[in-house]
């Protein structure tokens, strides 16, 4: 059967062999290009259910990848001021990620060109998805020390079978790069515009570049077979401590700013200082007309708990940087009220228990911001939160008015504050705890 793709390199169009890890010109990232895309439904579910899109092996390696739900998040859309808010929980995948879509396809092709095993040139939840397709393949996965940076997800890679030390002769290198990688994250979008049709926005938490450059390249593949009319806008979301594709973005540069160390991120799964698809990543945003975002550790902390209370959610904390992105998105006029909004929830928060931990440990500590916006409510009795953060102001305390807002919400949550809609908005007073805290702080 002659095969409907080549991999080849965009920019000198140097067409080469499968497995081959750069363009030998250029030394580029590699492309799979089809020579008649067209989506036909095929059998199988997941990610092989768009083998007609996809680089299809003769007999396809999976766990039951992909096909997870599109969760209407009407709760978490009242709190930042969204009307058609949609979570697409990645979580459900075979390993807790998005990235099991991609090392289905990378194993499967590994087998197809008849080697004997994998060698990891990634870190993380890459790694983890591979040894785990791998092991469902009876194939060996290894990985060079130094790529493994979080011990939790080293800890998954080791169960399924992977093993530290240098590749085996005859291997499949996978780098974050890996064109076939892509071919697999890009499912997501197809299911996305399977479902919903268009959409307006999609919020992207982004390390190496390659999920959210696979969602634009799939997106762009269903608007040119006709599937979805037009393109949504991607929204590049990272943490602030490492953040070189959103600071590039903000700058108008075509290549992500070497800034950030790696490790200094809670969100260790997207912090990556180099990105191997940053440039393709910044392309995606400016042909998207799309946008960048970069939020603080402590905002995706609040956001694990929030995520979690009001949708049954529990994400890792790259995906809670995505919601945290959106009442700040929407406050800087981005997103409209009304916009269709497709948030990616990456991967599971169970991966990561400290994360998890920590988030708890943080909704119940009372720092100074927190009793001071308590003593404001004493004050003032009944406000919105609008007159809490002009408050706070006056008295020389410069927050953000998301970050009001969601110290309002976690003290709501912690029983200190109470909130009703009065008229058209909704005002904040203090509970008897909320009382009683603020006169303990004092006594
Ligand atoms: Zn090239």
């Known amino acids: 059967m002659s095969r409907n793709f080549e991999l080849r390199c965009p920019n000198c169009r140097v067409v080469v062999r499968l497995g081959t890890p750069a363009c030998p010109k250029c030394g580029g990232n590699l492309e799979v290009f089809y020579r008649n895309l067209e989506f036909t439904e095929c059998e199988g579910r997941g990610v092989w259910r768009f083998s007609s ?122 780098r974050h790069s890996d064109p076939l990688l892509v071919e697999g994250y890009k499912t997501i979008s197809y299911e996305v515009a399977l479902s919903l049709g268009e959409v307006d926005a999609v919020i992207v938490p982004t390390g190496s570049g390659a999920l959210l450059y696979a969602l634009w390249k799939g997106f762009r593949e269903a608007a040119a077979t006709g599937m979805i009319a037009r393109e949504p806008r991607m929204i590049a979301v990272q943490e602030s401590t490492c953040a070189p594709v959103v600071r590039a973005f903000e700058r108008s540069l075509g290549e992500p700013l070497r800034i950030g160390d790696a490790g200094s991120c809670l969100a260790v799964e ?47 904390p790259a995906a809670a940087a995505g919601i945290a992105s959106l009442p700040v998105l929407v406050e800087k006029g981005v997103l409209e009220r009304s916009s269709r909004v497709v948030a990616i929830v990456t991967g599971a928060g169970l991966k990561d228990p400290r994360s998890l931990l920590a988030s708890l440990r943080r909704s119940r500590r009372i720092g100074p911001t927190k009793l001071m916006i308590l003593r404001v409510l004493r004050e003032r009795g009944s406000i919105h939160a ?42 904040y007073e203090l509970t008897e705890e909320g009382w009683r805290v603020c006169e303990t702080a004092e006594s």
């Open 270 to 316: 997207i912090c990556d200082p180099s990105p191997a698809r940053g440039r393709e990543a910044l392309m995606a945003l400016r042909e998207s007309g799309g946008s960048a975002v970069a939020v603080e550790p402590s905002d995706v902390l609040a956001w694990i708990g929030l995520l979690a209370e009001l949708e049954g959610v529990i994400a890792e």
């Open 386 to 427: 609008y007159a809490v953060w002009r408050e706070l102001r006056r008295r020389g305390l410069n927050l953000t008015k998301p970050a009001v807002y969601q110290n309002l919400w976690i003290m709501e949550r912690g029983g200190l504050v109470k909130s009703k809609i009065r008229g058209r908005r909704r005002v």
């Open 53 to 174: 899109v996809l680089p299809t092996p003769s007999s396809p390696v999976s766990l039951g990848e992909g096909s997870t739900p599109l969760i209407a998040a009407k709760r978490l859309g009242d709190r930042v001021g969204l009307e058609n808010l949609y979570l697409k929980d990645e979580s459900r995948n075979p390993t807790g990620s998005f990235t099991d879509r991609g090392a289905a396809v990378v194993v499967s092709w590994t087998l197809e060109l008849g080697l004997n095993s994998v060698s990891c040139r990634t870190s993380g939840d890459v790694a983890a998805s591979l040894a785990a397709y791998c092991a469902r393949a009876g194939i060996a996965c290894c990985a060079s020390p130094g790529y493994m940076m979080d011990r939790y997800r080293l800890y998954q890679f080791m169960l399924y079978g992977g093993r530290l030390g240098s590749p085996k002769k005859g291997a499949y290198v996978v």
